[in-house]
């Protein structure tokens, strides 16, 4: 089996940090067809780690702040998939959580529709127990 350009290149630099980040970055960002999937895929690869504020960053903050074709799918399942992130990340690092969100506090700039979908989840988000006081701050303060 041939290997794809994309393996490849990971092959060659996975022992670089800083080049990685900006591999996630890339994948994060295309706009092609199935990113969402390509992230949550991403999420579980063994060179990410969600302790890592950087990775997170790159690849989840990217994803929801720099890909609006797939996160802001009509579907709202770029919403859902933040909004897990950051209930997630708030448990270890609430700084970067409030941070993430905020692509979702923008509800107001969008079409009805899919405003309220974003308000919903950032509804989600407040009312979840044990939110940290940065997270909190940044969704409630939005709605």
């Known amino acids: 089996r041939q290997m794809c350009i994309r393996d490849r290149f990971y092959d060659d630099w996975k022992h670089e940090p800083l080049v990685l980040n900006q591999w996630f970055q890339l994948q994060a960002s295309c706009s092609l067809p199935g990113g969402l999937e ?16 950087n990775k997170v960053r790159s690849l989840i903050g990217v994803f929801c702040s720099s890909n609006p ?8 399942a770029g919403y859902q998939f933040l909004t897990e992130q950051v209930l997630s990340l708030d448990k270890i690092n609430p700084q970067i959580a409030a941070r993430i969100l905020v692509p979702l506090t923008r509800w107001r700039r969008f079409p009805q529709a899919r405003g309220e979908s974003m308000r919903a989840h950032l509804d989600k988000v407040v009312s979840f127990n ?5 997270t909190y701050e940044i969704a409630s303060k939005s709605l």
Do not use: K
């Open 130 to 134: 044990g939110l940290s006081r940065d």
């Open 38 to 53: 390509r992230v949550e895929g991403l999420v579980s690869h063994s060179s990410f780690d969600f302790r890592n504020p």
């Open 69 to 76: 074709t797939n996160f802001h799918s009509d579907n709202g």
